[in-house]
């Protein structure tokens, strides 16, 4: 079964810090530019970040440049996004996907909370 599953998001303070893990099952990564989106309650779903497939070029949307790193291992065929500085705003729902998005890959998404 060919699928993306995401995974480490959870409930954090204002300021703080988590790091999201997007795993591929029964196929590899390495071929494939991989993004992350959001979606909030009731707002559509956008676009956060994406890596090229080498890893050498990525590419953040405003509102998470400077707090957001992502990054990729393509030994454990594992994408991640470094998340600091959260703020009550990043509170969403975060996917990955290949860039482009085939619908196939998307999942069920980790709940990320931010909130005192």
């Known amino acids: 079964q060919l699928q993306l599953v995401e995974s480490g998001g959870g409930l954090v303070q204002p300021g703080g810090s988590l790091r999201l893990s997007c795993a591929a099952s029964?196929?590899?990564?390495?071929?494939?530019?991989i993004g992350w989106f959001r979606q909030a309650p009731g707002k559509e779903r956008e676009g956060v970040s994406c890596?090229?497939?080498?890893?050498?070029?990525?590419n953040y949307a405003d509102s998470v440049k400077g707090r957001f790193t992502i990054s990729r291992d393509n030994a454990k065929n594992t994408v991640y996004l470094q998340m600091n500085s959260l703020k009550p705003e990043d509170t969403a729902v975060y996917y990955c996907?290949?860039?482009?998005?085939?619908?196939?890959?998307w999942g069920q998404g980790t709940q990320v909370t931010v909130s005192s």
């Open positions: 996907n290949t860039v482009p998005v085939r619908n196939r890959y």
């Open positions: 029964g196929f590899t990564l390495d071929y494939y530019a």
């Open positions: 890596i090229s497939s080498s890893g050498g070029f990525t």
